[in-house]
């Protein structure tokens, strides 16, 4: 007989929920837990829950200053077991960050062992290092034992944790913060902490002060690596005023001279963040790729200190020059993001500017200081009652013994006996027999007269907010003098400087190797480039239907210029066209060609030369080379044309005199000072057509002649005196060309 089936018990009740609306509410619930008690920090001590828990637990643990160290396992073992209930590895990594010299400006954690290094080595395990805290990590947790901050149950209920840390250093901006939640993120670089206490004295003063009036302590940041920042100071007030932006910080280097004129640069500082072996590897990969044709050979010479040598390919080389190609392509320059998003009052999460955050820190200080001094005055206050049961007790000695010798309960009988309070009664019971002596008396009455000197000063402090002030000021000047720039702790690592401005068209230079290539242009405008001076292109293949348009010899670092019937120039670079295998690349792919326009030619551009223009309908004008280059795609406008007129020829002027001929087949020379120079127009009539248009132009040399080839590459020329019949002015018309001119209406120049 099979097994009875027994049914299900009745399930319980089964709420039916939309999909969204449970999809929405546990997301925004996943999210709020990130963004508060996982990846932004506390605006008032500027630490993440993790942290704050670390520095708590070692609290516990009595891992003061100066104390003996403790083993990291046992600190993150009462860490994850007391306070933060997940994975050890992150509470241990929380806590190496915060030991480590180059990635806190101020370290919370005295490290003993291997805790990493800047080469991004990792530390050693737990079982190994040991730790103890800082005098930074002190003064955050000063008067946590006096009610400082308020405490909440921990996540098991078992114990109290604080909510925020008493925070009498600024560690928020001291120390800064990476972080990144669900739909925002912070990232807020380290600074210098006295300049923070400089200018938080001057908010104490002026309260209503704005974040660019602090800009006079706080300069920028104060990365523990070193650097350089070479913003500008608009940007950085720009930064601090907003709460976003971003900081270039580059390495610190120095040019070391070697025997016979020979010199290597030395990298002495690095980027805030940057791994040094990592940046180490990406130059010499640069080096293998041949994208650094200034830098011979790099090595690392570190030992304590950052020392990377970097040797230049010869001693002729503009040592800035090559560095600025470095900066280019590696993280030897990098750029440090701020986004001061912050946890305000540890509930609502802000973007804030440095004004802001300083106040908030500052707001905190004084109701840690409110808290602390309210604390003291409940302790005074049950001491003067204790006190005063005392002194009773003393003026009254003979009948207190006699009530504690002959009683069975002699707390409620002195009670009544003598009006005292259930805390003074056992205050006289819990006394020893030795304090009976006469001195005592004297003791109680002098400790009673100070506390109530004390607890009038404290209610006077209470009282008036002045006060309160005058003494958070104290409390940061002390962390300023503590931390001055005449420590080694507080002086400032990181300078600023201008970027040095250095050409453009010299750093481009910089980044690619000289080599000499040739340029091969198809009919159908397709573009490659071929290692060397090629001569014969005959082997050289193209697509079904396109044969060879034009090619001609440049190098590598050559920028080419390329002018179209729109009348407009562009500027194309050499290194960046595709090699000889394969077909190569539209032209089109590299500059935005509209589609109705088409190249008229393309030439290396050498810079200083003048070149004349003319559009199909016979008007030009003489321009600058230099006029002519655009740094964008869209390239740049010289010669305006109306569609269906196009820009039809650009010649090299060579002299003093022009020739132009028709599509009529009408030849007009004439003296070039009659076409202005321009950087951009329309120019002015050349030659005058019936129908038809401009066919070619040239410009040559009176003394010497015009010289032009026929078709079968044969070379012609005719002196002024032969031209004398075609000679006029400009807008002429023009007469029938010499005997023997080709067929083409081409003088068959081209530009070198």
């Not at 023997?740 to 209406?745: A, E, L, T, Y």
Request: hydrophobic share 40%; aromatic share 6%.
């Amino acid at each position: 007989m099979g097994k009875r089936l027994i049914p299900p018990e009745e399930p319980a009740e089964i709420h039916e929920v939309p999909l969204r609306e449970a999809l929405e509410e546990r997301y925004l619930a996943y999210a709020l837990s990130t963004i508060m008690h996982r990846a932004l920090p506390d605006a008032r001590d500027g630490l993440k829950p993790v942290h704050r828990r670390i520095l708590y637990g070692m609290r516990l643990l009595r891992l003061d200053p100066g104390t003996a160290f403790k083993k990291s396992a046992k600190i993150v073992g009462d860490v994850m077991g007391s306070f933060h209930p997940h994975g050890d590895q992150a509470i241990y990594d929380a806590m190496v960050r915060l030991a480590q010299d180059f990635s806190s400006r101020y370290p919370l954690v005295d490290g003993q062992g291997n805790f990493g290094n800047i080469d991004g080595d990792n530390p050693a395990a737990y079982r190994y290092t040991e730790a103890r805290m800082t005098d930074v990590a002190r003064l955050l947790l000063d008067g946590i034992d006096e009610d400082g901050v308020e405490f909440r149950p921990n996540y098991d209920g078992q114990s109290k944790e604080p909510i925020v840390l008493p925070g009498g250093f600024p560690n928020l901006l001291a120390n800064g913060a990476q972080g990144i939640a669900v739909g925002m993120a912070t990232s807020i670089p380290p600074h210098n902490a006295a300049e923070l206490c400089e200018a938080a004295l001057h908010l104490i003063e002026k309260p209503d002060a704005k974040s660019k009036a602090l800009l006079k302590w706080v300069k920028g940041p104060d990365f523990p690596t070193g650097g350089i920042c070479v913003d500008s100071k608009q940007a950085i007030a720009e930064a601090y005023t907003t709460g976003r932006g971003s900081f270039r910080v580059r390495s610190r280097w120095e040019q070391e001279e070697g025997a016979r004129g020979t010199w290597v640069v030395v990298v002495t500082e690095i980027p805030f963040l940057v791994q040094k072996s990592r940046l180490i590897e990406k130059i010499a990969e640069l080096l293998d790729q041949k994208k650094l044709p200034l830098v011979g050979d790099i090595r690392d010479e570190s030992a304590e200190d950052v020392r990377i040598v970097i040797e230049p390919k010869s001693k002729n080389v503009d040592p800035a020059l090559m560095m600025e190609s470095l900066f280019r392509l590696t993280e030897l320059e990098n750029k440090i993001p701020l986004n001061l998003n912050v946890l305000i009052k540890g509930r609502v999460p802000k973007v804030v500017g440095l004004a802001e955050c300083l106040r908030e820190w500052l707001d905190h200080l004084r109701d840690v200081l409110i808290r602390r001094t309210n604390h003291r005055k409940a302790e005074i206050e049950r001491r003067l009652e204790i006190l005063g049961g005392l002194l009773i007790a003393y003026l009254n000695i003979d009948e207190v013994i006699r009530i504690i010798r002959n009683e069975d309960e002699p707390k409620p009988a002195l009670i009544k006996a003598f009006k005292l309070t259930e805390v003074q009664a056992e205050a006289i019971l819990n006394m020893r027999l030795r304090s009976l002596r006469k001195l005592e008396e004297m003791e109680i009455r002098t400790e009673d007269k100070d506390l109530r000197k004390e607890l009038k000063g404290i209610e006077g402090l209470l009282a008036s907010e002045p006060e309160q002030w005058k003494k958070v000021s104290e409390q940061v000047a002390k962390v300023r003098d503590m931390f001055g720039p005449k420590t080694p702790l507080g002086k400032r690592r990181t300078t600023f400087a201008d970027a040095p401005e250095h050409d453009l068209a010299a750093i481009e230079e910089a980044l690619v190797e000289r080599e000499p290539v040739t340029v091969v242009v198809s009919d159908k405008g397709w573009i490659r480039t071929l290692k060397g001076h090629v001569e014969d292109l005959s082997g050289l293949a193209f697509k079904q239907d396109d044969k060879l348009g034009f090619a001609f010899f440049a190098e590598t670092t050559s920028k080419l210029l390329l002018f179209a019937t729109n009348g407009k120039f562009y500027s194309l670079d050499v290194a960046k066209l595709p090699g000889g295998r394969g077909h190569g690349e539209p032209i089109r792919q590299f500059i935005d060609l509209e589609p109705e326009a088409a190249p008229v030619v393309l030439f290396v551009n050498k810079g200083g030369r003048k070149f004349l223009v003319a559009s199909h309908e016979g008007q030009g004008f003489v321009v600058n080379e230099d006029d002519c280059v655009g740094t964008t795609k869209k390239g740049k406008q010289v010669l305006n044309v109306d569609m269906p007129n196009e820009a039809r020829t650009v010649t090299e002027v060579l002299g003093d005199t022009v020739a132009v001929i028709g599509e009529n087949r009408k030849m007009l020379v004439f003296p070039l000072d009659q076409v202005p120079e321009m950087a951009r127009g329309r120019g002015v009539r050349l030659q005058k057509y019936k129908d038809g248009g401009l066919s070619d132009v040239v410009v040559f040399d009176a003394k010497a002649g015009l010289t032009w080839k026929d078709s079968a590459g044969r070379e012609f020329s005719a002196t002024m005196k032969e031209l004398a019949e075609w000679q006029g002015t400009r807008a002429d018309a023009g007469r029938l060309p010499p005997k023997g001119f080709p067929k083409s209406n081409k003088f068959g120049r081209v530009i070198g």
